[in-house]
């Protein structure tokens, strides 16, 4: 899958002094949907060669000759005649999770191909989910104007004029003409914003040398106890909510919320609550502490870092945290970019 990239703003904290970046550096790695047939490739996404109209339709789409069952590989028809110059947007069944709000991430499984040829140009099922803000110019226009108010757990299908799609350039690549309808069947899986929670189970917490961290999944921040005693002069990382997503691999982009308060004090200094979004960045880029912390945890998690100096910001003060400052992070793993 070729991205276009852009992300959700990031913490200010955690791309500074650590060599990341500056205080209002955004990182790229939010994808559009799009058929170069890799989930983890970036690159510009094409211009829609003309300005898109907000006038949806019902159709026509093709029809779903196989793999009918929501998250279930579709195999779809060609398309039956000439399609709509509007977006064509078919509720194929009817989810009753909440409804998707601009800004939301969503997560999904999608198929996508050619209207004239039902050549498949790119698929996630098989290969893992997709997710990616919406409703933001971040993915092609027919899917900010078409899956904005779904609700989760729905299969939709669009039919997407090429104004609305790759534009009059195509994707010589993918085999996408400029003159190409391009058809999509899409399953909502999930949407999180700044109200989401981790999922996981609840496991114990039974080291009083260590801080007791909230599992309240209601999207409001966890309260974090740090005890009085000495602080962990080594890492500690560990499951507060243990989720069953997929393994955090190093070279990972996550949707996290997170709220760090220093050990000494107990006091915040920063919260993606706080700033009411959600962070999305590249692991790689981050403190040495959340680098070798989240790295092996699973999506879906809550999880409790003590990070010593040496695996922050060590010697140097930064932003409300002073030198040689031992921090404690509650970190939700929403998902995997």
């Not at 990239?5 to 650590?18: I, K």
């Not at 093709?62 to 279930?72: D, E, K, Y």
């Not at 005693?229 to 997170?258: M, R, W």
């Not at 912390?293 to 999506?299: H, P, R």
Request: charged share 15%.
């Amino acid at each position: 899958m070729r991205r276009r990239s852009v992300l959700a703003a990031v913490p200010a904290l955690l791309l500074t002094a650590a060599g990341c970046g500056s205080n209002d550096k955004k990182s790229d790695s939010a994808s559009s949907p799009s058929p170069s047939g890799s989930a983890t490739t970036t690159s510009p996404a094409a211009t829609p060669s003309a300005t898109p109209t907000p006038k949806t339709v019902s159709g026509p789409v093709p029809a779903i000759t196989a793999g009918a069952t929501f998250n279930q590989k579709p195999t779809v028809a060609k398309g039956p005649g000439t399609p709509a110059t509007d977006l064509a947007v078919k509720t194929v069944i009817k989810g009753d999770g909440p409804a998707i709000a601009a800004g939301d991430y969503i997560q999904v499984n999608y198929l996508g191909q050619i209207w004239s040829t039902a050549k498949v140009f790119d698929t996630s099922f098989g290969r893992g989910t997709y997710t990616n803000v919406i409703g933001q110019g971040k993915v092609i226009p027919g899917w900010d104007q078409g899956l904005v108010g779904q609700t989760v757990k729905s299969r939709v299908e669009l039919a997407i004029p090429p104004a609305l799609g790759y534009g009059s350039s195509g994707n010589a690549a993918a085999g996408i003409k400029g003159t190409d309808t391009l058809v999509f069947v899409v399953d909502v899986l999930n949407r999180y914003n700044a109200k989401s929670s981790a999922t996981g189970k609840a496991t114990a917490q039974s080291d009083a040398s260590l801080p007791k961290v909230g599992t309240n999944t209601d999207g409001k921040a966890p309260s974090i106890t740090v005890p009085k005693t000495k602080a962990p002069t080594k890492l500690v990382s560990n499951y507060i909510l243990e989720g069953d997503g997929p393994v955090v691999k190093a070279s990972d982009t996550l949707l996290l919320q997170y709220k760090g308060v220093l050990w000494d004090t107990g006091k915040e200094f920063d919260a993606s609550y706080t700033h009411g979004e959600l962070a999305a960045f590249p692991l790689a880029q981050l403190i040495k502490g959340w680098q070798q912390g989240l790295a092996g945890k699973k999506a879906g998690s809550r999880v409790m870092l003590v990070t010593p100096p040496d695996l922050a910001y060590g010697s140097q003060a930064n932003n409300g945290i002073p030198a040689n400052s031992t921090l404690v992070f509650t970190l939700d793993i929403l998902a995997i970019l």
